[in-house]
């Protein structure tokens, strides 16, 4: 069975400080980091980019980033992001994931292309897709990936609500895949991880559920307990 794990979002935590606060949402008991770059282009905003996750990376030596390119050329950014590469010193698990829309690469033919250059770069893959987005797109690709990415709210900022009729690809995609991981980000807080879970989604995302709470070791573990269960 795959692991519960829960990943922080730090898009809208206090960014000019992102190694304090990625270690505060650690501390709070997060598995992992899940990091939005945003280029103003396939979303409107920009967040940061990949000099950044490098350099965070040298103060997170052991921890997972998820690296989630909400950009319209994944195809370019590969390497960049391989400079934040790592595998945890003791279990060898790789810790650096390549996220990416298949939005973005489907219509110029260059999915294949990105998956192969991650693993080049000896990433782990991941393959997002849009609420728009209809799950036959991904499913080609699924057999090759680490994990799928079923976007909850329409990229672009965090704090938007949870859109539960994206479940229904979580339960498709878990039918066929029984040991592969599925993510879910956008909206999900410790009142809407329950949904989430019970369709098979093992990897939640969730930025305002922690940052943005009163108590986030209390949010974090009721988030994990949902999952676990
Ligand atoms: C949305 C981003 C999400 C977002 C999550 O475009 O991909 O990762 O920051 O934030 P919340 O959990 O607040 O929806
Ligand atoms: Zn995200």
Redo the contacts with the bound molecule.
């Keep these: 069975k795959c692991a519960a794990r829960i990943g922080a979002?730090v898009?809208d935590c206090d960014t000019a400080s992102l190694a304090a606060e990625a270690q505060r949402a650690l501390r709070a008991g997060v598995d992992y980091l899940?990091l939005?770059v945003m280029d103003g282009h396939f979303v409107p905003a920009i967040s940061f980019g990949p000099a950044v996750i490098a350099k965070l990376r040298s103060h997170l030596p052991k921890v997972f980033f998820d690296c989630?390119m909400?950009i319209n050329k994944p195809d370019e950014h590969v390497e960049a992001i391989a400079a934040a590469m790592a595998k945890h010193p003791d279990t060898g698990e790789v810790l650096t994931q390549y996220t990416f829309h298949i939005e973005t690469t489907e219509p110029r033919g260059k999915t294949q292309e990105v998956i192969d250059n991650a693993r080049k770069h000896g990433m782990r893959v991941g393959l997002a897709l849009s609420p728009g987005t209809p799950l036959e797109q991904v499913l080609p690709y699924l057999d090759q990936v680490d994990m799928t990415l079923v976007m909850t709210v329409v990229?672009g900022k965090g704090g938007q609500s949870f859109m539960v009729d994206q479940m229904e690809k979580v339960r498709a995609v878990r039918a066929k895949y029984p040991d592969k991981d599925i993510e879910v980000?956008?909206g999900v807080k410790v009142h809407t991880v329950d949904e989430a879970a019970k369709a098979g989604a093992n990897m939640i995302?969730s930025g305002t559920g922690v940052y943005k709470v009163e108590d986030m070791a209390l949010a974090v573990s009721t988030m994990k307990r949902s999952v676990e269960l």
Excluded: A, C, E, I
């Design positions: 979002s898009l899940h939005d989630h909400m990229p980000d956008g995302v």
